[in-house]
């Protein structure tokens, strides 16, 4: 078998178990026949949780959520892969504290992925531009559409002040805490239909 077929065959593999991983992770938690109410009761009490462990670990990440426009929150972002993985997961968008949308977020990614973890990831949207522009759009890719700051905290817990002047901030949190190592660019981020 010569180099290049063996390549894409692995390749295809990779891609058949992360598809089936992602599709096993995403079925698990919320099921897809649950009625709509049901379903958004649920993300609800998921967007609750991740803000109040963010709001816990960083009290700064409180005063963005208050002076922002919207904020986006996936509770439950579901990473999982074999040399080909993908990253799922489903949440809410908030505007002055009342949720205005569901949304799905999704990411491919190829290189030496294998195993799976779970985040959180919140976006902030600090300007009514930013905000604006994602609300407007069909389709909404994190890095393409806006740049988006990962928040960086100091030694002392308290916000970079160069990132908390961003019109796009992120935090992606796990149950170690916050990640500062990350990136969301290349997200696609799109409205849920329920």
Known sequence: MNRRHFVTRVAGSGLLVATAMAAGCTTTGTSASKDPVAKKQEIDAGVDGALNRLFS?????????????????????????LVVGGEYGEGALRSKGATVGYYSTTQASVGLTAGGQSKAVIIMFMTPEAYNKFVASKGWTAGAD??????????????????????????????????FDVSVNGSKISKLDI
């Open 146 to 179: 806006a740049n988006v700051a990962v928040a960086k905290v100091g030694a002392d817990g308290r916000l970079d002040t160069l990132t908390s002047q961003q019109p796009v901030i992120a935090f992606v949190q796990t149950n170690a805490g916050l990640m």
């Open 57 to 81: 670990a960083n009290p700064g990440a409180r005063d963005l959520a208050q002076r922002a426009q919207g904020v986006l929150v996936f509770p439950r972002v579901i990473s999982a892969g």
